[in-house]
T-cell receptor, first 114, second 109 residues
């Protein structure tokens, strides 16, 4: 089954404790992206990757890091989480950067930073 | 700047028809998407329009006017399960998706 898998789905952590949210897709997609979603603000892009070893900042990259060492994986790293990073996070992928096909989303990771 | 506007919330009655509008101003245009998102879940793809006109897919239809920077999603024969947020997104000249804040649709019996 074609899917995007994120882990963990739910996490409560404390300020400053490094954490990683993993994302993996099994569709051989070149393009992957991370979004955060907050009430009233819609989806905001954090980082995206057009292919292995190629990453770019989105609209809200501050406080986040990513890596793309393999095509299927695109982890999101919060080096020193803060309460304003409490949010619902989605990983997504599509075939290619210039592909006009749909974006496939993971199930989401709800993060709370105390 | 780039901007996508859609109503924050709409209410409709089960069995009725509802139209959700979306207006956009973006740097270039490579198509417009509609996604459905139930509370706490991931968005799921509904439609993609790149040419002017109406695309029909079962109970859902999507319309695009590129000259007006305008689209709408039409939902017919509303069912309770259609209660969700509906997200409008435009693929800009750099093939980046610009998202609206979403329209929360409430269906009443």
């Amino acid at each position: 089954e074609a899917q995007v898998t994120q882990n963990p789905r739910y996490l409560i952590t404390v300020t400053g404790k490094k954490l990683t949210v993993t994302c993996s897709q099994n569709m051989n997609h070149e393009y992957m992206s991370w979004y955060r979603q907050d009430p009233g603000l819609g989806l905001r892009q954090i980082y995206y990757s057009m292919n292995v070893e190629v990453t770019d900042k989105g609209d809200v990259p501050e406080g986040y890091k990513v890596s793309r060492k393999e095509k299927r994986n695109f982890p999101l790293i919060l080096e020193s989480p803060s309460p304003n990073q409490t949010s619902l996070y989605f990983c997504a992928s599509r075939s290619g950067q210039t592909d006009t096909g749909e974006l496939f989303f993971g199930e989401g990771s709800r993060l709370t930073v105390l | 700047g780039q901007n996508i506007d859609q109503p924050t919330e709409m209410t409709a009655t089960e069995g009725a028809i509802v139209q959700i509008n979306c207006t956009y101003q973006t740097s270039g245009f490579n198509g417009l998407f509609w996604y459905q998102q139930h509370a706490g879940e991931a968005p799921t793809f509904l439609s993609y329009n790149v040419l002017d006109g109406l695309e029909e897919k079962g109970r859902f239809s999507s319309f695009l006017s590129r000259s007006k920077g305008y689209s709408y999603l039409l939902l017919k024969e509303l069912q309770m399960k259609d209660s969700a947020s509906y997200l409008c997104a435009v693929l800009d000249s750099n093939y980046q998706l610009i998202w609206g804040a979403g329209t929360k649709l409430i269906i009443k019996p």
